[in-house]
């Protein structure tokens, strides 16, 4: 058992409004994931030449100590691809001008106890081990800023709890996924996908889900024909919450197992495992509140 949680703003007059809006909702879904939490934000996309990175230190000697300013500057000087730096303990965002392979290689070179985390335009992705309200604590979560964002509480149950089997997952650039529930053949999935050159770095059955419906975008799919494919290939028990850099998306399986919820005002679309996590968001006596129906595709774009 997990929760999961999505805000999308729809007026960019609310963007700076986005983390405070979502940190109930994320400590709304404990009961449901004690024991890790994570966000992946949606902020303004960077210029088309510039990426960025976040990057995890505690999994490093040093943890929250990590000596990120020396990170940056050796990369600087063997890449000179003006990297900047935003730090946040054990978690810091470097952005840069060019691709985002060579700048990945070297960080995992210079210290390969170093987890990535997320790569792309706009998003910026925070996971860690702890109570949902610990999480959100340690790297401000109620200032976060951005248009949509893509949140979940952990309940492990088919594999360890540590930072980088938490949720969400992402791959490729600008894309995550969380999930509730399990499933059945995520070893299949891997096999289909490694000898296509696609890599794995956990157990975690969601990662396969995630590595699949990227793969299919990838290869030319838009976000509906690689969902369908998903139903197709994915089998068990779901319900998915995906982020792209305009858009959330939301399917259950087949036999809508797993709960979810949806609201939506003039103003938002917030999405959780269940309503208390939507209870105190603005003018949710109006909103229009529905359950969302077994293997039917909800896209929402900014």
Same mark, same amino acid.
């Given at each position: 058992m997990c929760g999961i949680v999505g805000l999308l703003l729809k007026k960019p007059a609310l963007h700076g409004h986005l983390g405070e809006l979502m940190v109930p909702m994320l400590i709304g879904m404990t009961e449901r994931g004690p024991d890790s939490a994570g966000m992946a934000v949606f902020t303004q996309p960077l210029a088309e030449s510039r990426r960025k990175i976040s990057v995890y230190s505690g999994m490093t000697e040093a943890a929250a100590?990590?000596?990120?300013?020396?990170?940056? *500057? /050796?990369?600087?000087?063997?890449? +000179?691809? #003006?990297?900047?730096?935003?730090?946040?303990?054990?978690? /810091?965002?470097? *952005?840069?001008?060019?691709? *985002?392979?060579?700048? &990945?290689?070297?960080?995992?070179? %210079?210290?390969a106890k170093l987890h990535l985390l997320s790569t792309?335009?706009?998003?910026?992705?925070? &996971?860690?081990?702890?109570?949902?309200?610990?999480?959100? /604590?340690?790297?401000?979560?109620? &200032?976060?800023?951005?248009?949509?964002?893509?949140? %979940?509480?952990?309940?492990?149950? !088919?594999?360890?709890?540590?930072?980088?089997?938490? %949720?969400?997952?992402? /791959?490729?650039? #600008?894309?995550?996924?969380? %999930?509730?529930?399990?499933?059945?053949?995520?070893?299949?999935?891997?096999?289909?996908?490694?000898?296509?050159g696609i890599k794995f770095e956990t157990d975690n059955d969601t990662e396969a889900a995630c590595r699949f419906l990227e793969w299919r975008l990838r290869e030319g799919d838009d976000l509906h024909?690689?969902?369908?494919?998903?139903?197709?290939?994915?089998?068990?028990?779901?319900?998915?919450?995906?982020?792209?850099?305009? !858009?959330?998306?939301?399917i259950r399986d087949p036999f809508a197992c797993k709960p979810a919820v949806v609201a939506e005002t003039d103003d938002y679309v917030a999405i959780a495992s269940e309503f208390r996590s939507l209870a105190h968001l603005p003018d949710i006596k109006h909103? +229009?509140?529905?359950?969302?129906?077994?293997?039917e595709m909800y896209v929402w774009k900014i």
């Open positions: 100590a990590y000596d990120w300013n020396g990170l940056l *500057a /050796a990369l600087n000087g063997a890449l +000179k691809v #003006d990297a900047r730096i935003t730090i946040k303990g054990n978690h /810091a965002i470097f *952005a840069f001008e060019g691709p *985002a392979e060579p700048v &990945k290689a070297f960080v995992k070179a %210079h210290d792309g335009r706009s998003i910026d992705l925070y &996971k860690d081990i702890g109570t949902p309200a610990q999480v959100a /604590a340690r790297y401000d979560f109620s &200032k976060l800023v951005g248009s949509h964002l893509v949140g %979940h509480t952990r309940m492990a149950t !088919e594999s360890a709890v540590t930072p980088d089997r938490a %949720h969400p997952f992402t /791959a490729g650039e #600008d894309f995550c996924l969380v %999930h509730n529930g399990s499933l059945s053949n995520p070893n299949g999935v891997r096999r289909m996908l490694e000898p296509r024909a690689a969902l369908q494919k998903g139903f197709e290939a994915l089998d068990g028990f779901y319900t998915f919450l995906m982020g792209t850099a305009t !858009e959330l998306a939301l909103a +229009k509140v529905f359950e969302p129906a077994p293997e």
